[in-house]
DNA sequence: CTGTCCATGTAAGGCGTTACATGATTGT
DNA sequence: ACAATCATGTAACGCCTTACATGGACAG
């Protein structure tokens, strides 16, 4: 389960709140693993329960009690596990797929609509990661470089973010090329 | 729901029974949307409920019934409806990247595993996906050609298996060779 | 005085998986 | 004799989403 061992992977740097915990995967992980906040805190009180974490209630007068999770021994050694262990494969799922599969009922212009769609937003999702790679990487003034090697791994998700976009632009820019010029035959491989 | 819509793909072209859809699935779709048989049975149910498939039962003596679905006009046009309508962006999930960005606490040699694991996979799916490529696009005698376009849809979904394995192959041998030399900065982006 | 941030959760429902159950027919 | 194929489903559980509920602090 992914979504356990990145808030074991999070709480190995520091110790946080359900609350906290939700805004580092809005900030950093969400472009491959969104987390939302019912989740986060269910997992939180099993994980709690499987002795991966510890909990510790900060009472605040007048304000809600909060609640800050810290990694336990257990949990350390279940997160190493997990990190180093090879994922069983996984199963693709992409509903657009389904529609270009069954494409053969629709018109080339009902067609070129949809590929036009997702180009549109490959394209803006492939400059936004561009975008965020460039601040993140621009010289900073002031600021602690943190671990160098570590911040590297956090760009090279990025750099998977766009380097599949740029698969999936290639790709529906060949669509739809050969849709407009109606050549329906099969692609040569090499 | 995208399960819905393809078993209402495959009944547009045929009637079908639950276990002949899931050997649809199996046959054609499953590289980018797998079902499971229970599934299948579970949601056609469902379908009947909502007035978009007809069953119709053969009884068989001394064999179980066989129930035969169809899809309805009302089917006809939910399907129509939602193939041509661009579907809401989803986010992506991709377990595999978070090993990577907490890959901090892990040694050179126990990443390089991970994304060698990962690179093997997909070389194994690239060759596959290119075997039913030439497979499906032999030319064969004696059998009906269907319909060339639809035929092309078809193969543009095992064309963007292709390239999306291309992209990942790339990025980890990216990874891979930096990792090895050691060279944590960030790439230069054009 | 309205909205956003901080901070916690519960409830309900959808989608998907795994395991279980049944039983005849056909192929090796 | 045994396995695979044909053909149907139920039960239970896990993960994720959406909506709901509460309430103080602080900024515009």
Known sequence: MSLKHAI??????KSLSG???????????RHFWSANQ???????????????????????EER??????????????????W??????????REPFLI?????????????????HHESKSAKENLLAYHAIYQATTAPRV?????DARSFFFSLLTLEYGME??????????SAIERIEVKNYSPKALK
Chains 1, 2 share one sequence.
């Open 64 to 81: 809600l009690d909060m609640k800050i999770y810290s990694i336990t021994n257990t949990g350390r050694s279940e997160l190493h596990n």
């Open 19 to 29: 609350y906290d915990l939700k805004k580092a995967f809005d900030k950093s992980v």
């Open 164 to 173: 599949s976009n740029r698969a999936l632009l290639k790709w529906l820019n």
């Open 38 to 60: 019912s989740q986060i805190y269910r997992t939180l009180a099993q994980m709690t329960d499987e002795g991966l974490v510890e909990r510790e209630v900060v009472e605040r």
């Open 8 to 13: 074991l992977g999070f709480l190995s740097y």
């Open 83 to 92: 990190l180093t262990t090879p994922l069983p494969e996984r199963e693709t």
């Open 99 to 115: 529609q270009i599969f069954f494409g053969g009922t629709l018109s080339d212009e009902e067609l070129l609509k949809l590929l």
């Open 142 to 146: 002031g600021e602690s470089s943190t």
